[in-house]
């Protein structure tokens, strides 16, 4: 009957008292603060759907108002409309179960598999993770709420990706509870496009109707035909306070981390052309005289040096704008600052499409893009916007493949530590602060994104020889990164169809989608190479310079094909959360879902039968 807090607000009461509580006490709190006595998880949807209603009926004696309303039947006679909320942990559930009230419950969490994917935010940090591995992975306290289920405790940062529909608009809801609980039977739900869904049979999904209006519907209850909500926009972070600007500070990252083996060079002035200011510094801090002139001659300092001089200077004359860092050991200068202008979106991009980092037992870092040797507009992009940088690379051409390397401990900190994008194909992962940034520089990655494990296809029809089809197909063996770009095109308007394939030996599929669709084929073209465009333009006339971004609702119907039910060999644990507010959460493709707590009450009975709250008993 009791939560955390409930617990630790009595333990409070009785410390401040200095005694200890008795047993009837306890057992005297624990029911008059229980969900069936004061209603505490449903009093405020109580009001918000029942008693604030606002619906006016004068057949309605007295509005529910405890457990019971009372209707007017005839002139000698009324009945009473039972109501039921109490029951846990749904609270609230206007589906079967119990069946008390008018609506009854489900007494057992209802959840998805473990392998969906959830979008979540802790902090700054955003990541997309499999709702099983995340649950698994938190160490809070835990609680048993039967032989069969466990309720987890939620860090209280977390928040997770979800729609609310008042708005109509995408928001990082926060996370309350989360659950998981042992189960044999599943369905697995499949719609157009390639997507699909694993729930239990009872757990409430999203529906949309002929007016692209949400309801719910038990999964078990859905039919081939009933059309799922898909995300296809993301929250607006660019006006957001928490969105900083699109830096990279390089020197706070290596603080975060402790990591202090750096020196720091001068871009283009020197240390000694503020030898004065310098010299007067390095003395307070108590560096001698031959260690101050081997900075000024060599014009290198100690990162941790550098950090001291900050504190004590108002502003350096040499600030973190100016200045290249390097590793005591390590080769390559890398700037201490990095803008994420369009060429960096893109850099990440093809990095994330076409690169590696290579660490060898000294520690040295090696970041390597590989192209075809074909693909020459690509691999000048890449070196040109490395020169800007002002980054020492290496460009090696081959027969079939040409590679660019950057032999530098810091640039392959910054990709590996602080962009986060992995290290190899199978770890790939858009950065979390890509999804912060702007939609010109959203689009910039996605381009070159689609430049390194995309392609464009045209072919001839089968059926008409003189007309042709065209595909973009983008393929990876990360499934983070593929859920994610999944979500980036749908939030642009398109909405792709997905598979996955093996191809030869590989033990690990390759997540594939297309988008065949002729006009967003072509907007999409002009993310590709001069030649790809001169060839869509040849056999479907010229592209339109207009915005890659399609208009578009914020949420998709897409329609349910096939319905299967698997029943496994022994218990598999399945997972839940529940979201304060909406209840709603985006799982795996962006298909929304109901959390398995917390649906809004649904009366059995006509509307017309509710009074306003404020009606009163007649006098007699």
Sequence with gaps: ALNLEEMKKIRRYFIARNREPTDVELQSI????????????????????????????????????????????????A?????????????????????????????????LDGNEFVFIRNGDEEKTVKIGEYIES?????????????????????????????????????????????????????????????????????????????????????????????????????????????????IRELEKRGIMNITVKPDKKEFKDFRKLFDTLLKKIGVNATTRSNY?????????????????????????????????????????????????ARLIGYYLAEGCITTDKRGNKWVQWAFNTKEEEYIEDVCSILRRLNLKFYLREGFECTSITVNSRIFGFLFEDVLGCGVNCYQKKIPSMMFKVGEKLKIEMLKGILRGDGDVKITMRRDRRSSYRIKIRFGTASQVFFQQVVLLLQSLGYIPYTYTQFSGKAKTPLYVLEISNIGDAKRLGRLFSRKDIDEIEKHFCTIKDESITKRHPPLTPIRIEEIRKFMRDRDQWVYDLTVEGTHLFTTSYGIVTHNCMGAQPVALIDSIFFAPPDMKLPAD
């Design 30 to 77: 624990a029911q008059a603060w229980s969900e069936h006595c004061c209603y505490k998880s449903s009093k405020r949807i109580l009001k918000e759907f029942i008693f604030s209603s606002g619906i006016k009926a004068p057949q309605c004696i007295d509005v529910i108002e405890e457990d019971a309303g009372v209707v007017e039947f005839d002139d000698e006679h």
């Design 296 to 344: 000024f001659r060599s014009n290198y300092m100690p990162l941790k040096t550098y950090l001291e001089l900050e504190k004590m200077a108002e502003r350096l004359p040499i600030g973190r704008d100016d200045i290249f860092l390097r590793a005591y050991k390590g080769r390559g200068n890398v700037p201490a600052v990095i803008e994420i202008d369009e060429g960096f």
């Design 138 to 250: 938190l160490r809070g306290a835990s609680y048993e709420i039967s032989p069969e289920t466990i309720q987890i405790e939620a860090p209280e940062e977390v928040e997770i990706l979800s729609f609310d529909t008042i708005r109509n608009i995408p928001y990082f809801g926060r996370v309350k509870q989360l659950f998981k609980r042992k189960t044999k039977e599943i369905l697995e739900i499949k719609t157009e496009h390639g997507r699909f869904i694993r729930v239990t049979p009872e757990h409430p999904m999203i529906v949309l109707d002929n007016d692209n209006e949400p309801k719910i519907k038990l999964a078990e209850n859905l039919e081939e035909g009933d059309c799922l909500p898909l995300l296809s926009a993301l929250p607006d972070t660019e006006s957001s306070p928490e969105c900083e600007t699109n830096r990279i500070d390089l």
């Design 79 to 111: 009945y009473v409309v039972a109501f039921e909320s109490h029951n846990h942990p749904s609270a609230i559930e206007p589906y079967g179960g119990a069946a008390t009230g008018i609506g009854g419950i489900i007494r057992d969490v209802v959840c």
